[in-house]
């Protein structure tokens, strides 16, 4: 399968390639530089002049609290560019993957959140996430959004290196505690990614168009992740001294942004209809850790 990959030098983009590549498939790299998602001609000219049978969009704009002033750009990117990718996927009938976010769900309801679940937003990138969502959907276009959280990886910035880097001369970090949610290892979202599209492409006569959620287990608060990241580091000589995690509300962290509380993603139907497990994500600290 040829496959085009937007935003394809970001955290995850980095992992697709590599998960395309491993699985035989042909790559056709389109970073930021190279296509701008905003520009639906550019967008068209790449889809058509290089004849991918399959579209994997990782490109966005994931400046969560920038997005809270800069509304229209990240509405650009994360609403307008995913229509104009969903836009020209229809037009040269090829399948779109597309990856989406817990943001979705700024709303609690006590258990993990479904597929089908009214979504609430709260924050300026939640709402151009959504969107993006939105005009997918309403593309006519062949699609699987695949919605994730807490995405952690060698490529990149993620808590995982943050952690590690604030921790180098301190004791005691603050985290919070009262958020709860999973993180996802960059590397499986992108295998899952792969999944799909070749499943959307071989198999078109099954209808496996839909929104999905996929995230890592056990489901966690931030400030466990960063203890067992901490503890991690400091096994692995990543750290030269012990660092302990004071739990704090997420009013005592100064953000711009409404965090969702509770964004537990329900990963049953990725599991039925694709056999895709949640990852066991304290397996792929290590990796990222030593990409410091
Ligand atoms: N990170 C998370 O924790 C998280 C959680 C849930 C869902 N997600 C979603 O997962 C996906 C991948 O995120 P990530 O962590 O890999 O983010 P990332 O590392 O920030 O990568 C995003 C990539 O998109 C590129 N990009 C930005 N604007 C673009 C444009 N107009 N046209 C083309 N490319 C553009 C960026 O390039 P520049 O850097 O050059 O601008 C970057 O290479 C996104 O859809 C994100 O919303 C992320």
Redesign the pocket.
């Known amino acids: 399968m040829r496959v085009l990959v ?8 980095r992992e697709i390639e590599l998960a395309l590549l491993n699985d035989l498939h042909e790559v056709v790299l ?4 190279n ?4 520009n639906f001609e550019r967008v068209r000219s790449a889809v058509f002049d290089t004849h991918v049978q399959a579209i994997i ?7 969560v609290e920038k997005a809270e002033d800069d509304y229209i750009d990240a509405y ?3 609403a307008l ?1 995913a229509g104009n990718l969903a836009k020209a996927a229809f037009e040269a009938r090829v399948p779109l993957v ?6 979705v769900f700024s709303k609690a309801t006590g258990r993990a959140h479904l597929e089908d679940e009214k979504t609430f937003v709260q924050s300026a ?1 939640g709402k151009t ?1 959504l969107a993006g969502e939105e005009l997918v959907i309403s593309s006519g276009c062949s699609y699987a959004i695949l ?6 990886g060698p ?5 995982v290196k943050t952690m590690l880097r604030v921790a180098q001369d301190k004791d005691l970090l603050k985290v919070v505690c009262d958020q709860k949610g999973s993180p ?1 290892p ?1 590397s499986e ?1 992108a295998k899952a990614c792969v999944v799909m599209a070749k499943a959307l492409v071989e198999k078109p006569e099954l209808n496996l168009e839909g929104i999905y959620h996929f995230a890592g287990t056990p489901y966690t608060t931030w400030d466990e992740f960063a203890r067992v990241i901490l503890a991690k580091a400091f096994e692995l000589n990543l750290l030269d001294h012990e660092v302990s995690v004071q739990s704090i509300l997420s009013e005592e962290y100064p953000s711009k942004v409404e965090r969702p509380l509770d964004s537990r993603l329900d990963c049953t139907k990725i599991y039925e209809v694709f056999g895709l497990k949640m990852p066991y994500w304290e397996d792929y600290l290590e990796q990222t850790l030593k990409a410091g």
């Open positions: 937007t935003g394809s030098s970001g955290q995850v983009g389109a970073p930021h530089e296509l701008d998602i905003t969009n990782a490109a966005a704009y994931t400046n650009a990117v994360n560019g597309h990856i989406s976010t817990d943001y990138y996430k919605r994730t959280s807490w995405i952690f490529f990149g910035h993620n808590f996802t960059a979202i």
